[in-house]
């Protein structure tokens, strides 16, 4: 109780006090400099070490994976780096990364077969993977689908530079303003894992109108989001200007992004969702929502041309790479 009070009516003055000695400002430097330095020694992938390599082999049994799976992974790949930032030994986010990407692949092949048919992702082509990174996905992608008729665009030119050159896959330079995106192909499936999850609102409304109108007649549009519901906000959208881009400040990252005004965290409600779709001529019955299954957080959002065949019946798997 004493300590309580004493916290109380001190430990406001004496916080202030310290952060303004800015105690951190110097350690904070030099982990600065010794990440530049780390930045500029190190190969341009990630080394697999003995330890980093059993842990992928032994996800590799796990999901029957394919022997000669390509697991160089870019030292600028965010998705790689989030899981060293959140803590995790560089054996276990080799292993996180690859599930991920069993659990993407989960998602593509269950879509696909209920809009295609057991067995026929073949006809999911061409296929475009839309804000791909570094490729988390295109490495198992190609083992499933022909690398020529897989399309990958990101932001980040690097990223999409690294997958042709490591995957085969075509790239595509994508762009901060939507209309500017112009392949000259429209796709059968399109798939868009967390970027709107990151889009203000107006480039989330015109991002889903430009690759609405680039999916084929007989396509599938596919999108994660976050719904407001996990933040337990009664609120149609909301934006936030930082992301795990702007979270590196002063990292080593390469190409991280800087806009906090393009790229964020961005929550929609599924009102707010329904009525974005309806613009654009989409009807309740043509799309179907799954709430968390991406990532346990994430919604999915399966968005077809002809009749909706997406509903609960169709279930997805649940990864995580802790239990491995
Ligand atoms: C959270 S990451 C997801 C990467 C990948 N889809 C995955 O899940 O592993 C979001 C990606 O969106 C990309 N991005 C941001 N703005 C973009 C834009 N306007 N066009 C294409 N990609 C964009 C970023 O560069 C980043 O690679």
């Given at each position: 109780m004493l300590k309580k009070l004493v916290m109380f009516f001190f430990g406001p003055p004496v916080k202030y006090v310290v952060s303004q000695l800015n105690l951190h400002a110097q350690v904070n430097q030099q982990i600065k400099i010794i990440e530049g330095m780390v930045q500029d020694i190190y190969p341009s992938a990630w080394v697999i070490n003995s330890r980093s390599q059993a842990e992928i082999s032994k996800i590799k049994k796990v999901f029957n994976l394919p022997e000669n799976l390509d697991m160089t992974i870019s030292k600028n790949d965010l998705m790689f780096k989030n899981y060293i930032v959140a803590g995790f030994s560089t054996p276990d986010t080799f292993k996180a990364y690859l599930v991920r990407t069993v659990h993407f692949m989960d998602i593509i092949e269950k879509i696909a077969e209920r809009k295609w048919?057991?067995?026929?992702?073949?006809?999911?082509?061409?296929?475009l993977d839309f804000?791909?990174?570094?490729g988390a996905f295109e490495r198992l992608l190609i083992h499933r689908l022909p690398a020529e008729e897989i399309y990958t665009s990101d932001i980040k030119t690097q990223g999409v530079d690294f997958q042709v050159e490591q995957f085969g896959v075509k790239g595509i330079y994508s762009s901060f303003t939507p209309e500017d995106f112009e392949p000259a192909t429209k796709f059968k499936f399109i798939y868009v894992a967390s970027l709107f999850s990151h889009l203000p609102e107006d480039l989330f409304k015109r991002w889903l109108k430009v690759l609405w109108e680039l999916t084929d007649d007989d396509g599938v549009f596919v999108f994660s989001i976050h719904s407001t519901k996990i933040i337990g906000e009664d609120i149609d959208f909301k934006y936030l200007d930082s992301s795990e881009d702007s979270n590196?400040?002063?990292?080593?990252?390469?190409?991280?992004?800087?806009?906090a005004d393009k790229y964020g965290t961005a929550y929609i409600s599924d009102s707010q969702m329904e009525k974005y779709l309806m613009e654009l001529g989409?009807?309740?019955?043509n799309y179907y929502q799954y709430p968390k299954v991406f990532c346990g957080l994430q919604d999915i959002v399966v968005v077809s041309k002809k009749e909706n065949i997406f509903d609960d019946t169709l279930k997805f798997g649940y990864f995580d790479s802790t239990k491995y």
């Open positions: 048919g057991k067995n026929q992702i073949a006809q999911s082509t061409p296929f804000a791909s990174g570094y590196l400040v002063g990292s080593s990252v390469e190409d991280r992004i800087t806009q989409i009807n309740k019955q």
